[in-house]
């Protein structure tokens, strides 16, 4: 199957905005204020407005996020070998640097780039032999001068000691789907057989089910980037801590979206047949 096009790519990150609590919620208050316009469907207007404000809430408390976090960690915690077998290549997924773009004195860590550096781990630990780094460059602006993600990676794992024979990078891939595709198609040139998958716990459900399904490989998770401690190292609740559990937050919010944006790619991605 071929890449989509830009315009498809785009309609592709911009529509599930509108099934995000942000996005959705902004929505249903919309609904409801043109709905509340209009004397005989006012009442219709404040419960639209209402619904829109109770699901931004609901999911911005830290008291959902944690467990629709949690939920997803748990699950890459347990896919995830203790110890680790050795592999062909480590593949670490895009995610989680800021390229060397003024006034930057050199590529950035940002969240999520805790997998470049467990990639380094395992490799440096010996358990294969190369670092493959992947994740295109996605803008929807002209001219943006950054490089692929994965290049800005491989500059990254240069600086940090690795030698540029033991790198490999996978430049044009803008998705999930694309990388198990792709790299699947590498490792086959290359005669691999076992790849160390390292990616964000959060999106290691994901992108396991799609790397088995698509790449060909026998595909060994290796979770990292854990947004929370287990439940058992969260500590004790106090009436405190409870009721800032039920307060608006934004940090709270992104979570709970990230999550549900896992979710429903993963749906997706099985009714398309790619996981």
Same mark, same amino acid.
């Given at each position: 199957?071929?890449?989509? *096009? ?5 309609? /592709? ?6 099934? $995000? ?30 619904? #829109? ?8 408390m830290p008291i959902t996020s944690r467990e629709l976090i949690w939920g997803l960690e ?22 989680? =640097? %800021? ?6 004195? +050199?590529?950035?860590?940002?969240? #999520? #780039? ?19 780094? *992947?994740?295109?460059?996605? /803008? ?11 290049? *800005? ?9 690795? %030698?540029? !024979? ?7 891939? %803008? ?6 595709? !792709?790299?699947?198609?590498? #490792? ?37 980037? $854990? ?12 009436? +405190?801590?409870?009721? =800032?559990?039920?307060?608006? !937050? ?5 979570? *709970? /979206?990230? /999550? ?8 997706? $991605? ?6």
């Amino acid at each position: 199957m071929g890449r989509p *096009s830009a315009m498809g790519f785009l309609l /592709s990150k911009l529509l599930p905005l509108f099934l $995000y609590p942000l996005g959705l919620g902004l929505l249903l208050q919309g609904a409801g204020l043109a709905a509340g316009a209009r004397q005989a469907s006012r009442r219709w207007g404040l419960a639209l407005g209402g619904s #829109g404000l109770g699901l931004i809430w609901l999911f911005a408390m830290p008291i959902t996020s944690r467990e629709l976090i949690w939920g997803l960690e748990e699950r890459a915690a347990a896919l995830t070998p203790n110890p680790i077998p050795e592999a062909d290549a480590v593949v670490v997924l895009g995610g989680g =640097l %800021r390229p060397a773009l003024a006034p930057r004195q +050199g590529v950035e860590v940002a969240e #999520g #780039g805790d997998r470049l550096l467990t990639g380094l781990r395992l490799l440096r630990q010996n358990n294969a032999p190369l670092l493959l780094t *992947s994740g295109a460059q996605i /803008s929807f602006t002209a001219g943006d001068p950054a490089p692929a993600e994965a290049v *800005s990676a491989r500059a990254l794992a240069i600086e940090l000691g690795v %030698r540029p !024979d033991q790198i490999l990078i996978n430049p044009t891939s %803008r998705t999930t789907a694309e990388e198990a595709r !792709d790299i699947g198609e590498l #490792g086959r040139r290359r005669g691999w057989r076992r790849v160390l998958l390292v990616t964000s716990a959060f999106h290691m459900p994901r992108s396991l089910a799609t790397f088995r399904q698509r790449s060909g490989l026998t595909v060994i998770p290796v979770a990292c980037d $854990y947004q929370l401690p287990t439940r058992a190292l969260f500590g004790r609740p106090t009436p +405190g801590s409870v009721f =800032l559990g039920l307060m608006p !937050d934004a940090q709270a919010l992104s979570l *709970s /979206s990230i /999550s549900l944006k896992e979710h429903l790619g993963l749906a997706i $991605y099985r009714l398309k047949g790619w996981s």
